[in-house]
C-alpha cells in the first residue's frame, strides 16, 4: 500500500484548517493580480491552472509565466499546477518539460483529463514514476508529494516544514519500510583530477552534462578527460551536480580570444556545471564552482556564460566572477559573455557594475 497513508490521514483530520488558495488560470495578467494580493503570506499551496486554450502562448507569454510562477516560489508559496488536457497536447507538453526541469518553481502537478461518462468528475492524473535526468543514474524513491498529491494534505505538511523542505523530501524504500530521507542534508563534496575519479563516473559525468542540455556534446568526453579538475557532489551513492576546471582546445580559445578581444590564453575554462533538478536550489553549483576555483592555483579561470542563462549567471555573481566581455557565438546562436573571478579579472580590463538578472 502507500506508505503513511494512514498517518496522513489521521495528521489532515487533525490540524487546523488552512485554505488551499486558488491561483486561478495560468495567464501573466490574472497571475500578476494574485501574487500582488498574496503578498507576505508564505508557505501556502497556489493551484495554478493550466486551461487548454486553443493554441500555445507565445515564446514571451510563457516565458512570462514562468518568470510568475519563480516569483510566486521565492516568496514562499508552493506552486500546484494543474494541466487541463491530455499527454500530448502542444499546450500541456511544454508545462510539463518545464516542471519536470524546475521542480524548485513548480513543486507539483498534475494532469486533469474530463470523466468519460457525462456524469462523472474530471480525473486528476499524478507521476507514478521519479522524472528521469537524461540518461543519468536515477534517483531512489520517490518525491512525497508525489504520495500526498491532494492539495490540502500538501498545505498540512507544507506549513510543517516549509517550501524547501517539503520540496526537498524522498520517500526510500528500504527492505519492508519506507523512510523520508530529505534531499541534499548528506551531500559530500569532492573534487579531483580526471584519472582519479572512480570506476564509471566518468561515464556517469558525462551523461550528467548532456542531460542538461547547455552544450554542444561532442568534445565532452574528449574535455574531460583532459580536464585540470572535476569537481562532484554526491549523495547516497548518486551524483547531485558536477563541473569541472577544463583545458580549452587550442582552435576554441583562439576564437573565443578574438571575438571577446581578451587574451585567454594559458587560462582554464569554468563549465560543464550540471545539478539534477531535484537538487536545484541547494547551492551545489556555487559550492562547486567555488571549490574548483579555490583549486585552480596560480591559474587564471573563465567562463562562457548564455545572456539568456539566468541561472547560471547569478551563480557567477554569487561566486564574485565579473562579466567582462560580451559577443554574438554563431556556434550557439545567441548572445554570450565572458566572466573572471574579480580577483583574476586582467589589468586593463575596465569593469561596469554587474548586469541586472531577473
Not at 3 to 22: E, F, K, T, W
Request: include cysteine; charged fraction near 20%; charge should be positive.
Amino acid at each position: 500500500g502507500q506508505p503513511g497513508a494512514d498517518a496522513s490521514a489521521r495528521m489532515l483530520s487533525a490540524a487546523p484548517h488552512q485554505a488551499v488558495i486558488n491561483g486561478g488560470p495560468l495567464s501573466a495578467d490574472a497571475m500578476q493580480q494574485v501574487l500582488n494580493e498574496m503578498a507576505d503570506t508564505p508557505n501556502k499551496v497556489v493551484v495554478w491552472t493550466r486551461p487548454m486554450p486553443d493554441q500555445c502562448p507565445s515564446p514571451t507569454a510563457f516565458k512570462d509565466i514562468t518568470r510568475l510562477l519563480y516569483r510566486a516560489a521565492e516568496s514562499g508559496c508552493w506552486n500546484h499546477v494543474r494541466l487541463v488536457g491530455p499527454a500530448g497536447n502542444t499546450v500541456v507538453d511544454p508545462m510539463l518539460d518545464f516542471a519536470s526541469a524546475n521542480p524548485n518553481i513548480v513543486h507539483s502537478w498534475c494532469r486533469t483529463t474530463a470523466s468519460a461518462s457525462p456524469f462523472g468528475d474530471a480525473q486528476d492524473h499524478y507521476p507514478q514514476q521519479a522524472t528521469r535526468y537524461g540518461h543519468t543514474r536515477p534517483l531512489p524513491g520517490l518525491p512525497l508529494w508525489r504520495l500526498l498529491q491532494d492539495p490540502p494534505l500538501l498545505q498540512v505538511y507544507l506549513a510543517l516544514n516549509g517550501v524547501q523542505r517539503l520540496a526537498s523530501m524522498y520517500l526510500i524504500r528500504q527492505s519492508k519500510t519506507w523512510r523520508c530521507h530529505p534531499l541534499g542534508e548528506n551531500l559530500i563534496y569532492h573534487f579531483m583530477p580526471p584519472d582519479q575519479l572512480p570506476k564509471g563516473y566518468l561515464d556517469e559525468i558525462c551523461r550528467m552534462v548532456a542531460a542538461g542540455e547547455s552544450v554542444d556534446t561532442r568534445w565532452v568526453r574528449h574535455n574531460l578527460q583532459r580536464a585540470f579538475l572535476i569537481g562532484y557532489a554526491e549523495e547516497n551513492g548518486v551524483i547531485a551536480g558536477n563541473s569541472s576546471l577544463k583545458h580549452p582546445r587550442e582552435t576554441y580559445i583562439e576564437a573565443v580570444s578574438r571575438q571577446s578581444g581578451i587574451d585567454l590564453r594559458n587560462y582554464l575554462e569554468r563549465g560543464y556545471t550540471s545539478v539534477r533538478p531535484a537538487y536545484r536550489g541547494l547551492g551545489i553549483g556555487t559550492r562547486l564552482l567555488e571549490g574548483l576555483t579555490r583549486r585552480s592555483g596560480s591559474k587564471k579561470v573563465f567562463s562562457i556564460i548564455a545572456e539568456d542563462n539566468i541561472a547560471t549567471r547569478k551563480m557567477a555573481i554569487r561566486n564574485r566572477t565579473r562579466r567582462v566581455a560580451t559577443f554574438y557565438s554563431h556556434r550557439a546562436g545567441k548572445k554570450v559573455g565572458v566572466w573572471i573571478p574579480e580577483r583574476m579579472v586582467p589589468a586593463g580590463v575596465v569593469l561596469s557594475g554587474q548586469p541586472e538578472v531577473d
